[in-house]
């Protein structure tokens, strides 16, 4: 059981297309992130918020947007997306504290296809 | 540069003994994390190591020299369920989490 939902777990989607990736977290806890897993390749960090607040983002491309309403959703939204896109993106979420390094807890993902 | 190196694949036989190393380059550590990922699932915390040594937690035991930048994850008594990818990431200085590309267990019977 994993206490980090996601939705869709798969989607297929045109170049033209817009879609939009929600992950939920019913952990209580304060930061949450969005990952890109390509095949053989180490996690890729795209986006964390903290707090409600983006704090990170990783020179990511502009047709990634992501959107954290509250502190227990997390939205990417996709447009005009490149085949090379196409992966494995997981939402995860972890309670930050000053200076606590937080373990943090996924969701089973999106596989996302580009055509 | 930033960097995590662990093996692409291992194989080994059920009941038996692996372990899965990791050596990293960081600026900075703020501790080493292992996650299992079974194949279409989400990864999975395993261990934490802050300190030099040994954490052992059941058949997984997880160890640590920060002087020499390395790691490694020791699974004993290998089942079938074991075949998974595991991940090994580092938290840097600025503790923002560093991950290995994953290691792909095979057990075989």
């Known amino acids: 059981e994993t206490g980090v939902t996601q939705t869709p777990r798969h989607l297929v989607m045109g170049m033209t297309n817009k879609k939009s990736l929600k992950c939920e977290q019913h952990?209580?806890?304060?930061?949450m992130y969005w990952y890109k897993q390509s095949a053989k390749k180490p996690l890729e960090l795209m986006f964390v918020y903290n707090f409600k607040e983006q704090t990170e983002n990783n020179s990511v491309p502009s047709r990634f947007s992501p959107e954290c309403p509250n502190s227990s959703h997390l939205f990417l939204h996709l447009h005009t997306l490149q085949p090379e896109d196409s992966a494995l993106y997981l939402c995860a979420s972890s309670q930050e504290a000053s200076g606590a390094p937080e373990t943090q807890y996924f969701g089973p993902g999106t596989r996302l296809l580009v055509l | 540069g930033q960097n995590i190196d662990q093996p692409t694949e291992m194989t080994a036989t059920e009941g038996a003994i692996v372990q899965i190393n990791c050596t990293y380059q960081t600026s900075g550590f703020n501790g080493l994390f292992w996650y299992q990922q079974h194949a279409g699932e989400a990864p999975t915390f395993l261990s934490y190591?802050?300190l030099d040594g040994l954490e052992e937690k059941g058949r997984f035991s997880s160890f640590l020299s920060r002087s020499k930048g390395y790691s490694y994850l020791l699974l004993k008594e290998l089942q079938m369920k074991d075949s998974a990818s595991y991940l090994c990431a580092v938290k840097d200085s600025n503790y923002q989490l560093i991950w290995g590309a994953g290691t792909k267990l095979i057990i075989k019977p």
């Open positions: 952990l209580g806890h304060n930061a």
């Open positions: 190591n802050v």
